[in-house]
């Protein structure tokens, strides 16, 4: 709400997305969010691929050394993280995406008004 954003959780679990984003007067998008503390993010091959690629996702680093009283957001498409997804050999459903894969994405609030 700080960045002039409506958000809303879903009614019910689903697994599309985590919350409804939209600005005043304009539909929702369904937005996927991620966090962690340190590290890679943990994600499901499948937000990669058909419709899931469309898809907005915002990565949150929490209380990093670089900022350790907040969060850094990365706000980016499904479809330009594909490239950067690591599926270890033996995994079928996960992978990693690693933080210098969406530093580029950093506070791109923009994506979520167009």
Do not use: C
């Amino acid at each position: 709400m700080r960045r002039g954003f409506d958000a809303k959780l879903p009614d019910r679990y689903t697994k599309k997305y985590d919350v409804l984003v939209g600005q005043h007067g304009s539909p929702p998008k369904p937005v996927h969010v991620r966090t962690v503390h340190v590290g890679s993010w943990y994600v499901r091959s499948s937000h990669f691929a058909g419709a899931g690629a469309d898809q907005v996702t915002v990565y949150v680093l929490i209380g990093l050394e670089k900022n350790p009283d907040g969060a850094r957001f990365f706000v980016t498409k499904n479809s330009d993280m594909e490239t950067e997804f690591r599926q270890p050999a033996n995994w079928r459903k996960f992978g990693f995406i690693d933080v210098e894969a969406v530093e580029q994405y950093e506070d791109n609030w923009d994506l979520l008004r167009a």
